[in-house]
């Protein structure tokens, strides 16, 4: 029963940058890998940025280079920042456990105006 809060969403202009929050309830958030998700109305959902429990990180190709996924295991929150944004990265922004999902959070909406 991990719940998943994510924060720091908001309306920015293109170029413009944010810093994404997800804090994960539970004792085992030091050995999970984490992940960001992105939901665009009439879109799937599509994966964006990785981070292993060892700290390794990936990205998508849209977003590698702009987006910067970081974890404070002591504060169980992983972070999205983002950097150059683009309106085709406005989406609601979620996080999870890749592979052994927890029930989905709000998610928190990013929109980028051009």
């Known amino acids: 029963q991990v719940q998943l809060v994510e924060s720091g969403g908001g309306l920015v202009h293109a170029g413009g940058s944010l810093r994404l929050s997800c804090v994960a309830s539970?004792?085992?958030?030091?050995?999970?890998?984490m992940a960001w998700y992105r939901k665009a109305p009439g879109k799937q959902r599509e994966w964006v940025a990785f981070i292993t429990h060892g700290g390794s990180t990936n990205y998508a190709d849209s977003v590698k280079g702009r987006f910067a996924i970081s974890r404070d295991n002591a504060k169980n929150t992983v972070y999205l920042h983002m950097n150059s944004l683009k309106p085709e990265d406005t989406a609601v922004y979620l996080c999870?456990?890749?592979?052994?999902?927890?029930?989905w959070g709000q998610g928190t909406q990013v929109t980028v105006s051009s």
């Open positions: 539970g004792s085992r958030f030091s050995i999970s890998d």
């Open positions: 999870n456990v890749p592979g052994a999902f927890a029930s």
